[in-house]
DNA sequence: TTCCATACCTAGCAATACTAGGTATTGGAT
DNA sequence: ATCCAATACCTAGTATTGCTAGGTATGGAA
């Protein structure tokens, strides 16, 4: 379970350059060293929502000699989303933290 | 949305001393800087649940000159899952980290 | 005596990510 | 030549999760 935080991860695995879908899967499973070995029932969705949601927008592609892929990049909307997720992650983890801690949070 | 970690935050809340249901919700609002405010309608269901997995006992407890309370203690299985869950909250969270980062994790 | 904080509870809903299927192409191994 | 693995896309349905929105009741302060 990614537990919400599917969307900022996608859209973090996106910031550096446009991708297709499977490689993003990829991307991620590199990164989190195979923390999140995401299923493409989990990825494909998730990119739909987020170009519904016009944080991505997507263009198919066909590589010379390859076969067709479904590029997606971030819009301008999914950069400043991409910042809010990174701040509310912040808290968020601070505040488990501070939880499994057993200790008081920072004021926020 | 607690994102699936509302298990561990309530377990952490019950380390040091076994409490009831609304002192949880207090301790987790001061110990979380206000992060998380959770509504009963989260919490009550977790207890029950967490409960029902045999992860925390209660009893009722009617304090001198108070109303009845139900309080609620980690049992030995709840102590090792709270172990199981930081843990498992130190990876992901790491992983998490990595990709918002765009670097590549630690390798587990 | 009225209201707020305390203290418990539940049914039903919405979101999320997963399972489990499906289609099709490319390239290497047999 | 054929088969299989990896690539590459998709969706319907399901389980879990946490929340909304309601309910009950007591104790103390205004």
């Not at 900022?8 to 879908?21: D, K, N, Q, R, T």
């Amino acid at each position: 379970m990614l537990k919400g935080h599917l969307d900022a991860i996608v859209l973090a695995a996106l910031e550096g350059a446009p991708a297709h879908g499977y490689a993003i899967i990829e991307t991620i499973k590199t990164r989190s060293a195979a923390t999140f070995d995401l299923p493409e029932g989990t990825v494909y969705p998730a990119l739909h929502r987020l170009e519904q949601a016009g944080l991505l927008e997507s263009d198919w592609v066909t590589p010379p000699g390859g076969r067709r892929r479904r590029v997606y990049s971030l819009t301008k909307a999914g950069v400043g989303a991409l910042a809010e997720r990174r701040k509310s992650w912040g808290r968020f983890s601070q505040a488990v933290e501070a939880m499994l801690q057993g200790r008081r949070a920072w004021p926020a």
